[in-house]
């Protein structure tokens, strides 16, 4: 008798531990949202008075070995759409491609996960093959119906780089509008610092990025230069290809990619010091011929 009370009462502090285990979990996860959200009304104004000109806030840094820039962003679309956009990793590789130096992307699984192929290259048209393959590991970290977590890494990169992560969060913030943060993070080692350091003092040290670092005696905004300046330049392309794609979401499926790759190419243009690299038609020609590429690439996935 004693035995089987002795039994009982384990069962129930095994579910008691469950359950407030749960819980814990719950209150955990949900607090993703709730910091999202926090953060908006922290820069809210700062969005809103920009100097950038549009609704973009951008910040980066840069520590010993990693490099991280995350973009804050605020989409005119509700929550339900974005989120429905985002979870397929499928339309990942409708997106990211928009991106200058992306020239494919492709989505699969593997032993039960999703994964993409995404290829890294030059700014100018570019064959996959002669491009660099990223392969990432696509994950919901969260979802639910007012906050979502993505997160998709690499566990190696170009150049010697390690440990690629875009993370991508949003919330809701009112009727018809999401609020949304994207960030990118590396790691590098001793040979990929010397050739980023090379780099940016060669032919990348003047170009600049979107996060002010000081003041001039005008009190004009001295934007960052170098490494941090081009990680940032490549978050905000990415973030304007998740907008391109999303914006041509009314449009019927035949019309999209035309329509998006004039798109992210027209919201680019708004910012020709940070994100200058050639001419429309030249753009547009390279993707055509990408997207080309990249759909003989799914064609031999499946």
Known sequence: MAFKKYAFLTVIVFVLIVFFSCMAQAAEQSNGGMILFAKYKEIRSQ???SPLGTPLYVTSREGDSSLQ?????????????????????????????????????VSSKSDGASRLAIYSGHKHYQPPEDAHQLDFRFSIIEERPDYLNILIKADKGPFFTKNHRMTLEAVPVDAG??????????????????????????????????????????????????????????????????QAYLDSLKLPLSQQFEYSISRWYDLTAKFPRQLYEMDKGEYMNYKRRERANQEILEREEK
């Open 69 to 105: 820039v995350v973009v804050y962003g605020i989409l005119q679309y509700p929550f339900e759409r974005v989120n429905a956009a985002l979870v397929s990793p499928d339309n990942w590789c409708k997106f990211t491609p928009l991106h200058l130096n992306i020239k494919a992307c």
């Open 177 to 242: 509008i999401t609020f949304v943060r994207f960030s990118y993070e590396y790691s590098f080692g001793t040979i990929a610092r010397l050739a980023i350091k090379s780099y940016f003092s060669t032919l990348g040290g003047n170009k600049i990025g979107f996060s002010i670092a000081s003041k001039d005696s005008d009190n004009n905004p001295q934007y960052v230069k170098g490494v941090l300046g081009a990680v940032e330049r490549n978050a905000v392309r990415y973030y304007f290809a998740l």
């Open 47 to 49: 969005l809103e008075k």
